[in-house]
T-cell receptor
Framework: DAGITQSPRYKITETGRQVTLMCHQT?????MFWYRQDLGHGLRLIYY???????DKGEVPDGYVVSRSKTENFPLTLESATRSQTSVYFC????????????FGSGTQLSVL | KQEVTQIPAALSVPEGENLVLNCSFT??????LQWFRQDPGKGLTSLLL?????REQTSGRLNASLDKSSGRSTLYIAASQPGDSATYLC???????????FGKGTRLHILP
């Protein structure tokens, strides 16, 4: 089914490990985003991408790395996971035309022990 | 720096009532504003998008208004139903090629 999909849905990892969260969209949207959602902080932007091979930092980029080699994929990597990175991570995409909305994936719940 | 605020953080109302959710933003030079719904354990679903040149948008029982000059938007829900229970978030886009900034949301509970 077309849309935006995230994997895995749940992930438990240990401090210091590298972990990659996947995001794939089938609409050929130019813009893609990674957010984390935490109680008390709401949704905070980690990184975003306006097109393939173009990425920019958001509000909380430290400890994260992204890439966008293909328009449809936007993986997020935690290079050395820390407990403070325990969160729910959402990927989103948008065509960014005047009437286009922002579409979200179902999220990845990450626990760093 | 743009800040988006939603008050109250939580709201409970009896089924059938009309209700208004509020969103305020500090910088009125926005490109557009969206209202989202989030169910527990799920992603966000866009409900309504208002361009900066528009005053309101309607979809079914939902009506969103925008007053840029005062930095406010409201989401009106008519004849509320238990299925409307969710967290509602507003978000603003400052420029076409910029990032979207979210409020922290209002958690709505409709009492049967």
């Amino acid at each position: 089914d077309a849309g935006i999909t995230q994997s895995p849905r749940y992930k438990i990892t240990e401090t210091g490990r590298q972990v990659t969260l996947m995001c794939h969209q089938t609409w050929s949207h130019s813009y893609m985003f990674w957010y984390r959602q935490d109680l008390g902080h709401g949704l905070r932007l980690i990184y975003y991408s306006a097109a393939a091979d173009i990425t920019d930092k958001g509000e909380v980029p430290d400890g994260y790395v992204v890439s966008r080699s293909k328009t449809e994929n936007f993986p997020l990597t935690l290079e050395s996971a820390t407990r403070s990175q325990t969160s729910v991570y959402f990927c989103a995409s948008s065509h960014r035309s005047d009437v286009e909305k922002l579409f979200f994936g179902s999220g990845t719940q990450l626990s760093v022990l | 720096k743009q800040e988006v605020t939603q008050i109250p953080a939580a709201l409970s109302v009896p089924e059938g009532e009309n209700l208004v959710l509020n969103c305020s933003f500090t910088d009125s030079a926005i490109y557009n504003l969206q209202w989202f719904r989030q169910d527990p354990g799920k992603g966000l679903t866009s409900l309504l998008l208002i361009q900066s040149s528009q005053r309101e948008q309607t979809s079914g029982r939902l009506n969103a208004s925008l007053d840029k000059s005062s930095g406010r938007s409201t989401l009106y829900i008519a004849a509320s139903q238990p299925g409307d229970s969710a967290t509602y978030l507003c978000a603003v886009l400052m420029n076409r090629d910029d990032k979207i900034i979210f409020g922290k949301g209002t958690r709505l509970h409709i009492l049967p």
